[in-house]
C-alpha cells in the first residue's frame, strides 16, 4: 500500500488544472477554467475546472470531484493507480507499505493485463538493446528507416525474438500468469502449446492517453507471403483500437498548444513527423478512422489537417474519414504530399522548416481539396460533374453548423461554377433525407397507440433545504456576519403568535449550527449527513476551509457532491447568460437575508412533516386524545403562517 506521506505530498504538489490540461484542452474562463467534456460527444463547454479549490465539474455528465477522481473517471485508474500517475508525473518518490497476501491477491484482472504490458515494453527493448539477434535485425531496421536512437528510446521500440516462445517463457518466469499473457493477446495458447503471437517482429508500443501501454502493433521483417506485413494486438479489457490512436499520449501537449492536430496513417509517418520537429501528429494505425477516435482530438483540437500519402490510388475511400470529422463539428483541412512521397518519407528528407513550410502552403480547405480531386475525375462529363457536385453537398451537409454551410457551399458555387440557388436547394434536399431517415426506419415497426408516460424525478424540498445549508457552509460558513434574530412570542391577552427580531453579529457556520441545534434538526439525506460534521470541524479548526486539502481527504462520493455545490453556480458562465439578459442573483451580497431565508424554509418543511404526522395519528385516535391532537394542528398552522410572513409567503 502506498504510505499516507505520499498521499499528502501528491496532493500537495499536483496541480488539477496542468493534469486535467492533458487530456482536456482548457480556457480561462474569469477564475476558472472550461472545455469540452471529456466523457460526453458536445460542441458546447460545460466541464468547469477551479484551480483555486482544485475540483473540476462536469456539467453534461454529472461527474466531479478532486485530481484523483478524473484520473479514475477519465483513465478508469484506481485510486492507487491514479496516485501513482501524479507521483510519477511531479517526480514524488513513492513510500509504501508492505503488502500482505490478500492486497496482492486482489489486484484486479485490468490492472494485470496493464503489468503484463509494461513488462512485454520492457522485454522488447531489452531484447532489441542487449541481444546479438535484437541489434543486428530489430535497431538496424529502425536506423535504416532514419530514427535517431533517442527516438527509438522515447518511443519505446522494440523487437520480438525470432523464436517460438521468448516473451512468454521470460514473462512466466518473472511471475506473470499465462492467462494475463492471453489475455493481453502477447501470447496465443492452444491445448498444451504456447507461443508467442508477435515473433519476429519490431514493436510498436500503443498508449493511452495517459501513457499506459494498451496493446502492441508489430511489423515483420522477413519476406514471408503468408504473414500479414503488420499485426496488432487483439480487442482485449484495455485495448479497443477504434477508440485510440498511435502516437496521441506523445503529442497531446504539443496538439493543444498548437490548436491542430496532423493526422496521418502509419506508425512509421507518427515517428518519423515527431523526430523531425512536427510533434503534434498521430495516427489511426491503418484502420479508418472512427468517432471515437475524433473526439480523442477533439479534446485537445477543433483543428485537424489531414495528411495524404501523393499515391492517388484509394483516396476517395479514405475522404469517408473527412465526412466524419465534419460531422464532429471539427475543422478539417487536408495536405498531399508530391507523388510518390509520404509523411515517413517526405519528413525523413527534408528539414523541419521546409515541412512545417509545406504544410502550411499546401493544406487546402476540404472543399477546395475534394473539388480538385473529384474535378479530374469528372473532366469534360457532364453528368459526372454533376455527380461530383452533389457529392461536395452531402459532405457539406453533414456539418453541423449553418454559417459553415452557407460559407462552404458559396466556395463550392464559386468553384464548381454553378449557382448557389440551386446548391442550397440540393443541400435542403440532402438535409430532409437525413431527418426522414430515422422516421422510415420507426415507421416499419409496429405503433403503440398508448402515449408512454415521461416519467420525471420527484423534487424533495428536504433534500434542497439540506443542500442549500451545505452549499452556504462550504461558501461562506467563516464569514461573520450581523444577523436578524427572530424571537417568537405569544401576546398574553389574544394567544396570538409574532416574531419580532434582535440583532447580532455571528459567524455563519456558528449561526446555522445553534438554529439546528435548537430546532433539533437532523439532515436525512446521507451524503449531506455525512459532510456536515467534516465541514463543521474543519471551520472549527480553521477561519476557512482550505477547500483542496479538505476535498483531498474526503471519501469519493462526498467529493462529488462538493465539487457539484461549489460550481453549481458557474454554470451560468459556461452558457454566457448575461449576453442574453439574465442575470443570476449574488447570494453572497445579502448573505444574512440568504442564510436567515433558508433556516425560516427548514422550519416551515419541519412543521409540515409535523403537521403530516399529527394528522395520521388524527385518522387513527377517536378517543378525547383527538381533540388535543387538532388543536396542535392548529398551533402549529399558526407557527408556520407567522414564519412565512418573514419569507413574504402566503400560506
Known amino acids: 500500500m502506498i504510505h499516507k506521506s505520499t498521499i499528502d505530498a501528491v496532493f500537495d504538489t499536483a496541480r488539477l488544472e496542468e493534469v486535467i490540461g492533458d487530456f482536456v484542452q482548457l480556457k480561462k474562463s474569469g477564475a476558472n477554467f472550461k472545455g469540452l467534456s471529456p466523457f460526453t460527444d458536445e460542441r458546447s463547454p460545460s466541464f468547469m475546472v477551479s484551480p483555486v479549490k482544485q475540483i ?3 456539467f453534461s455528465s454529472g461527474k466531479g470531484g478532486n485530481v484523483v477522481a478524473f484520473l479514475m473517471e477519465h483513465e478508469h485508474f484506481s485510486y492507487p493507480e491514479a496516485i501513482r500517475y501524479l507521483a510519477k508525473k511531479y517526480n514524488i518518490e513513492i513510500e509504501e507499505t508492505e503488502q500482505n497476501d490478500e492486497q496482492k491477491a486482489a489486484a484486479s484482472a485490468r490492472e494485470s493485463m496493464y503489468l503484463v504490458s509494461a513488462y512485454a515494453v520492457s522485454f522488447f527493448e531489452e531484447s532489441m538493446w542487449e541481444t546479438t539477434q535484437g541489434k543486428a535485425i530489430g ?3 529502425f536506423k535504416e528507416r532514419g530514427f535517431s536512437e533517442e527516438t527509438i528510446r522515447f518511443f519505446q521500440l522494440g523487437y520480438s525474438p525470432d523464436t517460438w516462445s521468448a516473451l512468454t517463457d521470460a514473462a512466466q518466469k518473472a511471475g ?19 507461443f508467442d503471437r508477435f515473433k519476429g517482429r519490431v514493436m510498436f508500443p500503443i498508449h493511452s492517453m ?3 501501454v494498451l496493446g502492441f502493433g508489430g511489423r515483420i521483417l522477413t519476406q514471408d507471403k503468408k504473414a500479414a506485413k503488420y499485426m496488432n494486438s487483439p480487442e482485449s479489457e484495455i485495448y479497443n483500437k477504434s477508440k485510440v490512436l498511435y502516437g496521441l499520449y506523445q503529442a497531446k501537449q504539443t496538439i493543444a498548444k498548437e490548436d491542430t492536430c496532423y493526422l496521418v496513417e502509419g506508425y512509421t509517418d507518427v515517428i518519423q513527423m515527431y523526430q523531425r520537429g512536427v510533434k503534434n501528429v498521430v ?18 483540437t477543433k483543428n485537424i489537417t489531414v495528411l495524404f500519402d501523393g499515391d492517388p490510388a484509394g483516396l476517395r475511400a479514405s ?3 473527412i465526412d466524419l470529422i465534419l460531422e464532429a463539428g471539427m475543422n478539417v483541412r487536408v495536405c498531399m504530399f508530391p507523388e510518390g512521397e509520404d509523411p515517413d518519407s517526405f519528413a525523413r528528407e527534408n528539414s523541419f522548416e521546409e515541412v512545417r513550410d509545406f504544410l502550411i502552403n499546401n493544406a487546402k480547405d476540404f472543399i477546395q481539396f475534394k473539388a480538385a480531386l473529384l474535378v479530374d475525375e469528372a473532366a469534360q462529363d457532364p453528368l459526372k460533374k454533376a455527380e461530383t457536385i452533389r457529392e461536395m453537398v452531402q459532405s457539406i451537409a453533414k456539418i453541423p453548423d449553418r454559417i459553415k454551410q452557407e460559407v462552404y457551399v458559396k466556395s463550392c458555387a464559386s468553384l464548381m461554377q454553378i449557382s448557389e440557388e440551386v446548391l442550397f436547394a440540393t443541400l435542403a434536399q440532402v438535409s430532409q433525407k437525413k431527418v426522414n431517415k430515422p422516421l422510415r426506419q420507426v415507421s416499419s415497426q409496429p405503433m403503440s397507440v398508448v402515449p408512454q408516460e415521461k416519467k420525471v424525478a420527484a423534487v424533495s424540498t428536504r433534500f434542497e433545504l439540506e443542500k442549500d445549508i451545505i452549499k452556504i457552509l462550504l461558501l461562506h460558513g467563516h464569514e461573520e456576519v450581523e444577523f436578524e434574530e427572530p424571537i417568537l412570542k405569544t401576546d398574553e391577552k389574544s394567544g396570538e403568535l409574532s416574531l419580532v427580531t434582535s440583532k447580532i453579529t455571528a459567524r455563519v457556520f456558528e449561526k446555522i449550527y445553534l438554529d439546528l441545534q435548537q430546532d433539533e434538526i437532523a439532515f436525512s439525506t446521507a451524503v449531506f449527513k455525512g459532510l456536515y460534521p467534516k465541514v463543521l470541524a474543519a471551520l472549527n479548526e480553521k477561519a476557512a476551509i482550505q477547500m483542496d486539502a479538505f476535498v483531498a481527504n474526503l471519501e469519493p462520493n462526498l467529493a462529488l457532491e462538493v465539487s457539484d455545490l461549489l460550481l453549481e453556480d458557474e454554470l451560468h458562465t459556461l452558457h454566457d447568460w448575461e449576453r442574453k439578459n439574465i442575470y443570476i442573483k449574488n447570494k453572497k451580497a445579502n448573505l444574512a437575508r440568504w442564510v436567515h431565508e433558508v433556516i425560516l424554509r427548514f422550519r416551515c418543511q419541519l412543521i409540515d412533516e409535523k403537521v403530516a404526522a399529527l394528522q395520521s395519528d388524527t385518522a387513527e385516535d377517536i378517543d378525547s386524545h383527538h381533540r388535543e391532537l387538532l388543536e396542535e394542528i392548529v398551533q402549529y398552522h399558526k407557527l408556520k403562517t407567522v414564519l412565512s410572513g418573514r419569507l413574504n409567503r402566503v400560506v
Open 56 to 58: 473540476w465539474k462536469d
Open 139 to 141: 535497431l538496424s531496421y
Open 176 to 194: 506473470y500468469q499465462l492467462d494475463f499473457l492471453e489475455k493481453t493477446g502477447l501470447s496465443i495458447v492452444k491445448e498444451d502449446k504456447k
Open 210 to 212: 495517459s501513457g499506459r
Open 283 to 300: 495516427s489511426s494505425s491503418g484502420t479508418a478512422l472512427t468517432p471515437e477516435q475524433i473526439r480523442l482530438i477533439g479534446r485537445l
Open 319 to 321: 475522404l469517408r474519414g
